[in-house]
């Protein structure tokens, strides 16, 4: 049987075709949408693009509750109140002719006081040109063809070029409006000073009435609104007013400053003082609406980010002792002037706690004579610079001790000393004496001949002092003190002092004995601190705490910082040297012949130095008063530092009493400082302590 043959033949594979075909379709798709794309973004790129850029989002700030200042004991004395006010808020589009119709209707409902209206020239011009549009084109063009007869010169006009050539083509008789007129222009001015959307303060603290009347007529009134507005006040009036210092609108000098972190033009903020210093702690979080807004227009409702309120604020003083030295300062300004002391207008004083640094209390108080009332100049302790008088005698005693011109319990006679002419002497010829008796009695004959020992000027007066050399010792010595140097304190800004280049001994001399240099009641509190302490300067400080918003109030006391002592230096003088200094402020207060007795009647043991030192009178104009003959009027600067207790400080104190020709009364204002910080009464003098 044959056998069958059969061929196997090929089977073909249709794979390839398929992957082709696949290939062309999505290379094609590929194609299509290349081409579409191109077309968005070559043909209708810059439509779309001005279409975006119609949809943006913004923020609308609203204001949180400033933080509030306490006492170190919790009583309140810088409050945040809250005032309902009317508010706008503007879009990007509103039209000037809607924001003087808005304005119109405002005036209408509510009474700007005059007092209130911070219109300028530049507000009355832009009012005018709103409302006499036709006119102003027409005295435009007359002036620029005027000005520019040929049309290229006109073509190329600047927009401000342009603005300045229409502003002065309106005449004073053009802006000599009525108080209605200047009303609405006044309340144009508030609704224009900030950003688009940002809340623009017309009128702070609106009445029942205006509110009522705005609420029924919202649907007229677009932008405006009736809002909480937070306000400072301070229940312990005058006391440290000024030490608080401001919150208001941001100066125009710093504009830049408060844009770049992010404030709105409008935003109140603290402008001096521990509101500037803490302004961050105590301004909290704002609260925003935020807006998706088309073409400058608000779409939708808003999206709220919450705010926080901000912080509060614990600071060293005690309000009440701060009160009481107030009212010393007060009775010993009028008691100088009963004695005859004239010109004697203000004084000043700081107490603080000589091992931490805390402020205890700080007054400054100014009296002005036509009104026979008193005001708070607290500020001054800071920012005024007055000679000390016999108060650095201590450091002048250390620095001498220390430099090796003079050795402890050293005998000089205290005798007048003529040089090149020139006689100087203390206030009375004292004889031979220590240098704790010449601290006791306050001489100034001991203290020429340090100054002339470290100058190296010989008893004969012959010519070659190192001057110079001297000179940069002591201010050395002085700055380790903190006198002529900022002494930290949690401030913006303080006076360093002023500080002279002595040129011959007579000056040096004068340096010694605080009749040179100038120095703040601050720097010299620090100073007396330091000799307290054992010779630590510490840095004084007003913060004690910082504390979650309203967490007093609510009992809760949260802390969220503490300030810590902080040591600046320790001065270069030996333990025994300081103990020696310090004793002879201990015998001004309890020696036979102490110049501040009158404190060791408080029972409490105390050491303190008087000064006085001779000055210039100077008018409130700031320039020196002359007699009749022509010659500058002199006084005295009447001055005291001292601590107490002797062993263990709780308290040291710098008292100024410029133009106090009376030189116990300072003595008397120590006397009271610390019978009022002890809350003792004075004890009899035979029974005092030792």
Known sequence: MAKRITVKGKRRNHLPLRLNLMFFVVFLLFAILIFRLGVVQIVNGEKISRE?????????????PRGKIYDRDGRLLVDTISKYSIVYRRSQ?????????????????????????????????DYWVAVNSEESDRRYKKAVEKRYPNAEEQNKLSISEQDQIRLDTITKKDIDFDDKTMEIIAIKHNMEVGYALDPQLVKLGANAKEMAIIDENLEDLKGVSVEPFYERSYPYEGTLRNIFGKYSKIPAEQQAEFKAKGYSLNDRVGTSFLEQQYEDLLRGKPAYDVYETFNGEPVG???????????????TVDAEYNKQVDQ?????????????SGYLKEGYAVVMNPKTGEILAMSGQKLDTATNKFSDVAINNVLTSLQIG???KGATVAMGLEEGVIRQNEVINDAPITIGGTKKGSYVNMGPITDLTALERSSNVYMFNIAMRMAKYPSNGVAGASVDAAAAIMQNYYSQFGLG???????????????????????????????????????????????????????????????ASNSIEDETKKVDYSFKTNYLNRIEVSQANIDHVREGFHRVVKGERGTAKIIAQTGIDAAA??????????????????????????????????????DNPEMAWAVFLPYMEQETVNSKIGHDLVKAYFNVKDVPWQTKPN
């Open 328 to 340: 010393i300062l007060q009775q010993a300004i009028k008691m100088g002037r009963g004695m005859g």
């Open 93 to 125: 589009n509103t039209k000037v002719d809607e924001r003087i119709e808005i304005a119109s209707r405002l005036a209408a409902i509510i009474n700007l006081p005059k007092d209130d209206w911070k219109v300028t020239e530049r507000d009355m011009k």
């Open 301 to 315: 409702e808003p999206n709220r980010e919450e705010g926080e309120s901000g912080k509060d604020l614990v600071l």
């Open 390 to 392: 016999s108060t650095i």
């Open 485 to 547: 140097v900022t002494t930290g304190i949690d401030l913006p800004y303080e006076a360093k002092g002023v500080q002279g280049t002595p040129d011959r001994v007579t000056l040096l001399m004068d340096r010694v004995i605080g009749q040179y240099d100038a120095f703040t009641p601050l720097q010299v509190a620090q100073y007396v601190s330091t000799l307290a302490n054992g010779g630590y300067r510490v840095q004084p400080h007003f913060l004690k705490e910082v504390l």
């Open 52 to 64: 975006v850029q119609k949809t943006e989002m913004i923020a609308s700030k609203y204001e949180v």
């Open 609 to 646: 130095k008087t000064g006085t030192a001779q000055v210039s009178v100077y008018g409130e104009d700031g320039i020196a008063l002359r007699d009749g003959s022509g010659q500058p009027v002199r006084s005295l600067n009447s001055n005291l530092v001292g601590w107490a207790p002797y």
